[in-house]
């Protein structure tokens, strides 16, 4: 038993990720992971032509895109010191699935990475 407390004690605790939380908090309020719901992605950009590239890059995927100024009041200091103006708000219909949703958190992270934007997470 000691062996067996003492392993446990030195194994790394889990902690969950932000995609993890967000999931568990949406079942705990009702959505059924089987469903579809529309989920939608925010990502802030530095400008128009980035959105565009973005945009292409994401209706062929099933996702509907829209474009916005960025609220500085909201979203703090990158959106006030105008580096990231601009708000690309991604929908699609998806299961809340975490696997999947863990896997389009790394997609947005990975494509505001590439365009020198931020990716702001996901909502249901």
């Known amino acids: ?49 980035t959105c565009s590239a973005v945009r292409t890059r994401l209706e062929p995927d099933g996702f509907s895109v829209d474009v916005r100024p960025m609220a500085a009041q909201l979203f703090g200091e990158s959106a006030s010191d105008g580096s990231l103006p601009l708000s690309l708000h991604a929908t699609k ?23 020198n934007g931020r990716y702001d997470g996901w909502a249901a």
């Not at 990720?17 to 967000?22: A, G, I, Q, V």
């Not at 975490?98 to 990475?113: N, P």
């Open 93 to 115: 219909s998806m299961r809340l699935i975490l696997v999947d949703m863990v896997e389009q958190s790394r997609r947005f992270s990975a494509l505001a990475a590439e365009f």
């Open 1 to 49: 038993m000691r062996l067996y407390f003492a392993l446990r004690k030195a194994r790394p605790a889990h902690e969950e990720s932000w995609d993890e939380k967000m999931v568990e908090r949406l079942r705990s309020q009702g959505y059924v992971p089987f469903n579809q719901y529309p989920i939608d992605f925010f990502l802030a950009l530095p400008d128009e032509a």
